[in-house]
């Protein structure tokens, strides 16, 4: 079946770029659909980041667009996030997703990784 | 963007029904019909339940059932289980290209 995983270091020093890699398997990135990062504070809710087509068209949040870069390697079958610049505010579990956009019949994020908490502290 | 309003807590005793309102505006919920609802446990990733307003992923209990009214969407679970107590969080595309979360409804089973 299809699994995501992520990974990356777990503790970022303020004004750094955080970078988390998502693995996927069980799917081929190429085949289609879009990838997806969400990202939850600690006892709060869910916020999404971005998304990117296997072709590397992107979606970002407006929030965070000028910090965040996404990216995929179908050779790999990985996407990537990066957000630079961070600070305290930044600390959350990330999750990357397989997001079903079908322009016109469906849109959801329909399976998630883990996630992996990511601790902005000096 | 604004997030989604949810209410932060509902609650209802086993076997009973209980509804979760998600209110946005007409360049989100209004707007499309690509509404999703997630459940997620303490300590674990979230899970789709419903997509595009009403739709039920395959292996989702039938008890789970999802509407939109204007700009207001809402999951409904009905025969409440013990194992619905849970964080729901809906989610809506936007006209700016852009999806949106809800803040999250802590569901408690009496």
């Known amino acids: 079946q299809v699994q995501l995983q992520e990974s990356g270091p777990g503790l970022v020093k303020p004004s750094e770029t955080l970078s988390l890699t998502c693995a996927v398997s069980?799917?081929?990135?190429?085949?289609?659909?879009?990838w997806g990062w969400i990202r939850q504070p600690p006892g709060k809710g869910l916020e999404w980041i971005g998304s990117i087509y296997y072709s590397g068209s992107t979606y970002y949040n407006p929030s965070l667009k000028s910090r965040v870069t996404i990216s995929v390697d179908t050779s790999k079958n990985q996407f990537f996030l990066k957000l630079s610049s961070v600070t305290a505010a930044d600390t959350a579990v990330y999750y990357c997703?397989?997001?079903?956009?079908?322009?016109?019949?469906?849109?959801?994020?329909?399976?998630w990784g883990q996630g992996t908490l990511v601790t902005v502290s000096s | 963007q604004s997030a989604l309003t949810q209410p932060a807590s509902v609650s209802g005793s086993p076997g009973q029904s209980i509804t979760i309102s998600c209110t946005g505006t007409s360049s989100d919920v209004g707007g499309y019909n690509y509404v999703s609802w997630y459940q997620q446990h303490p300590g674990k990733a979230p899970k789709l339940m419903i997509y595009d307003v009403s739709k039920r992923p395959s292996g989702v209990s039938n008890r789970f059932s999802g509407s939109k009214s204007g700009n207001t969407a809402s999951l409904t679970i009905s025969g409440l289980q013990a194992e619905d107590e849970a964080a729901y969080y809906c989610?809506?595309?936007?006209?700016?290209?852009?999806?949106?979360f809800g803040g999250g409804t802590k569901l408690t089973v009496l």
């Open positions: 997703a397989r997001h079903v956009r079908i322009v016109g019949y469906s849109d959801a994020f329909d399976i």
């Open positions: 069980g799917y081929s990135i190429s085949s289609g659909y879009y």
């Open positions: 989610s809506s595309y936007t006209s700016s290209s852009t999806w949106v």
